[in-house]
């Protein structure tokens, strides 16, 4: 049972986040809105591009490619270029992320039987986005070599199916709404967090809470309490919008989840009371939470894998709460993470959680005493 001057000192937090109802609101709507917005807005997709197609191939192999590239999905438009220098300067000025040279002797080998070979070119100024739109060229060309084989007769040895586990569809709001979910949870409660002890600080009272009768470590725990009890709702909110209204396919269990939910908001909230005790004012406490925030999920796998990093940034990352967690997060939406590769990523959280409520506790009590 809590002491009456503890449940007072968490009262006073939770009055203090929430009396105000521009502030209940703002705690709530921008995150799921946010959500929303960066679900569709932070796509790993590329549409609408333009495509120039430098074609000198009279035959007919050559308008097939330009004619199933004109239709394709992601292809805006499809400009004909009648010279290589055109080509140049589509690209140079930033009109074409693309451009296709069909060699005039395409459809001669392909009708002979011999390797017939399509010159691409990409704007190099925006990498991901090129990368992406000639995995898409190629699969188009791949399916058109595809129908040749077909037409030529079956190759046991060359014949392969493609299929992709756990997101068959490779829908990528399946990834990222996970993934913005965990983000969105780490920095709502970093921020709470960071601003508890800044906020006493900057209004005057922190020299109450110096005179009043709790002890430093039930100080710490009224602190903790409303962020962990803020971020907890706002992690179950976004869990059921995503399975509800972006129709993510829950296959996992939801207690191992929720478990590594508890221990994830507990470790951003020690990282929160940390930046919060050194900090004089609100303002500091932002922009401190954002300064570990940003490169937390930066170096967490959200955006990149982390196989990609420097071996000493992945040792880095190990550390990472967020990191972790969206492993857990990922797994229980799409292919039902068996226990045992939940506990291989929750034991380390437990630890960070350890790790980051101690110091917590060293950073508040050597301010409180």
Request: charged letters at 15%; aromatic letters at 8%.
């Amino acid at each position: 049972m809590l002491s009456p001057r503890v449940r007072a000192q968490i009262v006073k937090e939770l009055l203090s986040i929430l009396r105000d109802p521009k502030t209940r609101i703002l705690l709530v709507l921008p995150p799921l809105m946010q959500m929303i917005v960066f679900a569709f807005a932070a796509t790993l997709e590329v549409r609408n591009i333009d495509i120039a197609i430098l074609n000198r191939d009279a035959g007919r192999w050559g308008h097939e490619v330009t004619q199933r590239l004109t239709h394709a999905w992601f292809v805006r438009d499809v400009i004909s270029a009648s010279s290589e220098r055109e080509i140049v300067d589509q690209i140079e000025q930033g009109k074409v992320l693309a451009a296709l040279h069909i060699p005039e002797t395409f459809s001669r080998d392909i009708s002979a039987g011999r390797r017939a070979a399509i010159q691409g070119i990409f704007d190099g100024r925006h990498a991901n986005a090129g990368q992406v739109s000639h995995g898409y060229i190629q699969g188009i060309l791949e399916g058109m070599n595809s129908e040749l084989q077909r037409q030529a007769g079956p190759d046991p040895g060359k014949v392969m199916a493609l299929r992709h586990w756990f997101n068959p569809n490779l829908t990528y709001l399946w990834f990222m709404v996970p993934s913005i979910g965990g983000t969105l949870v780490m920095f709502s409660t970093l921020m709470i967090a960071a601003l508890s002890i800044a906020r006493e600080r900057e209004n005057g009272t922190f020299d109450q809470l110096l005179v009043s009768p709790c002890t430093p470590l039930e100080i710490i725990f009224a602190k903790l309490v409303p962020a962990i009890l803020v971020g907890a709702l706002l992690g179950i909110a976004i869990l059921v919008v995503g399975a509800i209204f972006f129709g993510i396919p829950f296959r996992g269990h939801l207690l191992p989840l929720l478990g590594s939910m508890g221990l994830f908001i507990l470790s951003v909230v020690g990282i929160g009371l940390m930046i919060s005790s050194v900090c004089e004012t609100q303002q500091q406490a932002i922009l401190g939470a954002f300064s570990v925030g940003v490169p937390a999920v930066l170096m967490s796998g959200f955006a990149t894998p982390i196989q990609n990093m420097p071996p000493i940034l992945q040792r880095v990352a190990e550390g990472i709460p967020l990191k972790h967690y969206l492993i857990i997060v990922q797994g229980s939406y799409l292919k039902a993470l068996p226990p045992g590769e939940v506990f291989a990523n929750a034991w380390p959280l437990a630890v960070i959680t350890v790790f980051t409520a101690s110091a917590a506790i060293v950073f508040v009590r050597k301010h409180l005493q």
